[in-house]
Nanobody
Framework: QVQLVESGGGLVQAGGSLRLSCAAS????????MGWFRQTPGKEREFVTA????????YYADSVKGRFTISRDNAKNTLYLQMNSLKPEDTAVYYC??????????????????WGQGTQVTVSS
């Protein structure tokens, strides 16, 4: 049974930082491109960032480029998202995702194979 469990969400002031983690189990972690999506009420889930199987390739949505950093630890089957310079518009539920697509960029346009349950990030102004 595949499980993706996010943690690290919370409330932070604008300009602050948070680090999200996603612990993966039940799947061969290094066979999957991993990524983060986010969703606010009434809107579709949107792509944030993805990382290649080895961790050597990354891809970011323009809205977070330069502020967010995705990384993975294949020895620990864990995905991370370092979020700096947070803005109120970053407020959302953040979801970890796993995909068998070939590249990190492809994750932005192809539905992932697995999703986590989500973690709430709230940025106050």
């Amino acid at each position: 049974q595949v499980q993706l469990v996010e943690s690290g969400g919370g409330l932070v002031q604008a300009g602050g930082s948070l680090r999200l983690s996603c612990a993966a189990s039940g799947l061969p972690f290094t066979n999957y491109v991993m990524g983060w999506f986010r969703q606010t009420p009434g809107k579709e889930r949107e792509f944030v960032t993805a990382i290649s199987r080895s961790g050597g390739g990354t891809y970011y949505a323009d809205s977070v480029k330069g502020r967010f950093t995705i990384s993975r630890d294949n020895a620990k089957n864990t995905l991370y998202l370092q979020m700096n310079s947070l803005k109120p518009e970053d407020t959302a539920v953040y979801y970890c995702a796993a995909s068998v697509v070939i590249t990190a960029q492809a994750m932005g346009v192809n539905p992932p194979d697995y999703w986590g349950q989500g973690t709430q990030v709230t940025v106050s102004s």
